[in-house]
């Protein structure tokens, strides 16, 4: 009788943690079903010749797929064997400064073998967005990278922590390898590896540079304006908008990679 | 070989009509333009997305290779600082010097793919007097602009009322596609924009 109720009790507990598990269920392809639900912007725009600014309110995000973890080396290897015209030595200055796969040791090299398994970086948005395309998906947006990286409101403190000790680190040369833990979606490594680029990374820009105290718009920008911030308390927040706001879609660095998204399955 | 009975096709039915045999014919001109050689490593011609004029014509970038191009992006519906963009590309071509023929192209992408149909952009280009022997207006899918945008340096965004909140920005292409000056703000002096776009035109 006890043994059969603890058993019970064990396939609940099972039950539970598989549907658990199910949720942020690993596809074939490496990437995880997040679910749909809301969403409170980090920085607030406030529409032309509007007075007050609108309140940070939560929007809906719907459902997408997305990379469980950056885009690593070796998979970044393989796409350049399949696409020449993205091989360092092809690539065409429109598309990446000369940066680009900077630390490779030839076209279809890696430093070594441990290369492998980092996120691959020195890539610019244009190669980026050809790997997604090249998979039939794309960079997810900013507000999808965001609304991964805030779990639901799982992961908050522990995003804010990570973040933090990964400022303080020197830069190193080499990203460390992905294997991070997850979060509650299943995405892995969002901080303290890797920037990611972002579909519309420079969509902020506009926000950031227009400072204009009077409410009058800049008349280098269409449309709206800064108007604050929904958490002035969220650094690390600041730092991801700014660093994604001074970005130019050619540009690559040592510690900037991806990710790729796509819609519902 | 399909593509080859196509064209016959369109040929025998347009020898039917002489306005329709004029287009066929602009058409095949502009597949050929298409065909222009290698773009150079920084030049913008390498970009493959395709857009329609205002005409209907599907082009590449490309289709700009061999003179200089005064280039902005926006939208039509735009009633803040688009207006001033193309107020100022018209005051570039008002004062274009008497060697310049019909050399420049002054192009406007559109990033609204939704609103901004090539019938929209026909309409828009004839509410401003845009000259057609200068101009050129795009309608792109959403990649392509997003494409061109980057290539750009043209930040923008949809604003969630149909409209988009975007950086002002116009672009001298040289005859290679490759940007040689951006003018950063609209309202501001294109004295610059106009002084390279002469030295270009010197060449």
Redesign the interface.
């Known amino acids: 009788m006890m043994r059969g109720a603890a058993a019970a009790i064990g396939a609940a507990a099972l039950a539970a943690f598989l549907a658990r598990s199910v949720a942020a269920e690993l596809e074939p392809d490496g990437m995880v079903a997040v679910p749909a639900g809301l969403y409170t912007p980090f920085l607030k725009v406030k529409a032309p010749n509007e007075g007050e600014p609108a309140a940070a309110l939560a929007r809906r995000v719907d459902a997408f797929r997305l990379d469980a973890e950056p885009v690593t080396k070796a998979q970044f290897l393989d796409f350049v064997t399949m696409h020449p015209q993205w091989r360092k030595s092809q690539i065409k200055a429109v598309f990446a400064d000369d940066r680009y796969l900077k630390r490779w040791s030839s076209d279809l090299e890696l430093a070594d073998d441990a290369a492998r398994n980092e996120p691959v970086t020195n890539v610019s948005w244009f190669a980026a967005e050809a790997y997604c395309k090249a998979r039939g998906l794309g960079l997810p947006t900013t507000e999808q990278w965001e609304y991964a990286l805030a779990d639901d409101g799982r992961s908050r403190d522990a995003v804010r922590e990570r973040s933090l000790e990964w400022f303080a680190e020197p830069n190193p040369a080499r990203p460390p390898a992905i294997g991070g833990p997850a979060n509650g979606f299943g995405v892995r490594d969002m901080v303290g590896l890797v920037w990611e680029w972002t579909l519309d990374f420079d969509a902020h820009a506009m926000t950031a540079e227009s400072r204009d105290a009077n409410g009058k718009d800049s008349a280098s920008f269409c449309g709206g304006a800064a108007a604050g911030v929904a958490d002035l308390t969220d650094y690390p927040a600041f730092m991801r908008y700014s660093m994604r706001a001074s970005l130019k879609a050619k540009y690559t660095a040592d510690n900037l990679g991806f990710r790729c998204a796509g819609g519902a399955s | 070989m399909r593509l080859r009975i196509a064209f016959a096709a369109i040929a025998a039915a347009a020898l039917a009509f002489a306005a329709a045999a004029a287009r066929a014919h602009e058409h095949m001109h502009h597949e050929i333009m298409m065909e222009a050689p290698t773009?150079t490593?920084?030049?913008?011609y390498?970009?493959e997305s395709k857009w329609t004029t205002q005409d209907g014509t599907n082009v590449a970038l490309g289709s700009l290779a061999g003179g200089p191009v005064v280039a902005a992006m926006?939208y039509t519906t735009?009633k803040?600082?688009?207006p001033?963009i193309v107020a100022d590309m018209m005051w570039v071509e008002k004062h274009l010097p008497a060697n310049a023929g019909g050399r420049v192209r002054f192009a406007f992408f559109s990033f609204d793919s939704a609103g901004d149909t090539p019938a929209r952009l026909k309409a828009y280009a004839d509410e401003h007097g845009l000259d057609p022997g200068h101009w050129t207006l795009y309608h792109g899918d959403d990649d392509a602009a997003?494409?061109l945008a980057?290539?750009l340096?043209v930040?923008?965004?949809p604003?969630g009322?149909g409209?988009?909140?975007?950086?002002?920005a116009i672009s001298l292409l040289d005859s290679k596609g490759e940007i040689v000056f951006q003018q950063?703000?609209?309202?501001?002096s294109s004295d610059e924009l106009l002084a390279r776009l002469k030295t270009l035109l010197e060449r």
């Not at chain 2, 409209?163 to 002002?168: L, M, T």
């Not at chain 2, 950063?184 to 501001?188: H, I, K, L, T, Y």
Request: glycine content about 12%.
């Open positions: 773009p490593s920084a030049s913008l390498n970009l926006g735009c803040d600082i688009c001033a997003r494409e980057a290539a340096g930040a923008y965004r604003d009322q409209g988009f909140d975007h950086a002002a950063r703000g609209a309202q501001a």
